[in-house]
């Protein structure tokens, strides 16, 4: 796809950020665990300023986004998410993870995991106060019985764990600019319901957009992807060339 869009007169630009590649360190990958979304954008907004400044060929009003999978997520997430939202002016969305509460387990907790939230002063309890011990306790007031090693018997209460950070779905109403949304209704990674959701909540958010279903298909489109790549290279030459051809059901070779 990059040298099919490079063939069409778009720059392509591919920018390796914080919290991507294991290949690095740790702490690379990890940067931007709890939030897979702000440092993407913000490293991949970054480079394409730097690369524009170096370079007045590079049109920095027409700026365009695509990706599949996680980059799925991400590239719709760039459409919805200030600034970022009036940075990029195209988007195609393939098989993302929208929701990543509905999203495959080890992945999204490794990634998208929790974050401590302290809890009030007072909330910390002693599990054996509820177990026995003391006068109407569950023993009859008798010495609770021997806990084995691994267990302390202590509750840390003054900390609770949370998760809560917005899809791409409550992010629907902030929705700028062109953005192609497609999905297999047979995708064994990325469950289509991903996609659906997103769809449905951008129709209560009355806003306009355009979606693709790839009947049959998983998570790769195999025998579809030609199919899938020509409408995707004909909605950047359309909406950021201006280079608007399709008059009728008959696609070009």
């Not at 302290?118 to 806990?147: F, H, Y």
């Not at 064994?188 to 979606?211: E, S, W």
Request: hydrophobic share 35%; glycine share 12%.
């Amino acid at each position: 796809v990059p040298q099919q869009l490079a063939q069409l007169g778009i720059i392509v630009i591919q920018i390796g950020n914080r919290g991507g590649s294991p290949l690095r360190s740790n702490a690379y990958q990890s940067f931007s665990y709890y939030n897979l979304r702000d440092y993407a954008l913000a490293d991949k907004k970054a480079g394409i300023e730097q690369l524009a400044a170096l370079h007045s060929w590079i049109d920095i009003n027409r700026v365009g986004i695509y990706g599949h999978s996680g980059g799925g997520f991400l590239t719709a997430a760039a459409m919805m998410t200030p600034p970022y939202n009036d940075f990029f002016k195209v988007g195609v969305s393939s098989s993302g993870n929208h929701d990543n509460n509905i999203y495959n387990q080890n992945w999204s907790e490794q990634y998208h995991g929790l974050t401590a939230v302290v809890a009030s002063a007072d909330s910390a309890q002693i599990r054996g106060r509820a177990a026995g011990g003391g006068r109407g306790g569950a023993n009859g007031g008798r010495p609770p019985a021997p806990r084995s090693a691994a267990d302390t018997g202590f509750a840390d209460d003054s900390l609770r764990y949370t998760i809560k950070v917005p899809t791409n779905i409550d992010l629907a109403p902030n929705l700028k600019g062109r953005l192609l949304l497609a999905t297999g209704d047979m995708d064994n990674n990325v469950h289509p319901g991903n996609t659906i959701r997103m769809v449905n909540a951008l129709i209560k958010a009355n806003k306009r957009f355009d979606f693709i279903l790839l009947p049959g298909k998983p998570h790769g489109y195999g025998d579809y992807q030609p199919y899938f790549n020509r409408q995707l290279m004909e909605y950047f030459a359309e909406n950021l060339l201006g280079d608007y051809y399709r008059t009728g059901a008959e696609i070009r070779p």
